[in-house]
């Protein structure tokens, strides 16, 4: 078992950047692969990046490709995702989420075990 939490949202400025944090606590967090989603009101959950349990390797969704970049601190149990360039199109609930598939980066929430509560995330034109 393993408890997620987000911070780090908040409101900001197109153009602007923001970091998200995940902390972990529970099980080995280098049992895991992590993961960012994110799913803006009557959309569905969207998968944003995810890391390897070591973060040797990392997937980014197109949408965001060349302006996040997810990393992680082992040490620190926690993942980030640091926004830059934000659009009011990022507007969303971002999800951290743990994934016992450790050396792969998942694309879809149904191969993450555990989830995060969300942080709100809202950029504004």
């Known amino acids: 078992q393993v408890q997620l939490v987000e911070s780090g949202g908040g409101l900001v400025q197109a153009g602007g950047s923001l970091r998200l944090s995940c902390v972990a606590s529970?099980?080995?967090?280098?049992?895991?692969?992590m993961g960012w989603f994110r799913q803006a009101p009557g959309k569905e959950r969207e998968f944003v990046a995810a890391?390897?349990?070591?973060?040797?390797?990392?997937s980014t969704a197109n949408s965001v490709k060349g302006r996040f970049t997810i990393s992680r601190d082992n040490p620190k149990n926690t993942v980030y995702l640091q926004m830059n360039s934000l659009k009011p199109e990022d507007t969303a609930v971002y999800y951290c989420?743990?994934?016992?598939?450790?050396?792969?980066?998942?694309?879809?929430?149904?191969?993450?075990?555990?989830w995060g509560q969300g942080t709100q995330v809202t950029v504004s034109s």
């Open positions: 989420a743990a994934s016992v598939n450790k050396y792969t980066t998942p694309q879809i929430p149904n191969a993450y075990d555990y």
């Open positions: 529970g099980r080995t967090f280098s049992s895991y692969a």
């Open positions: 890391v390897t349990w070591s973060g040797s390797s990392t």
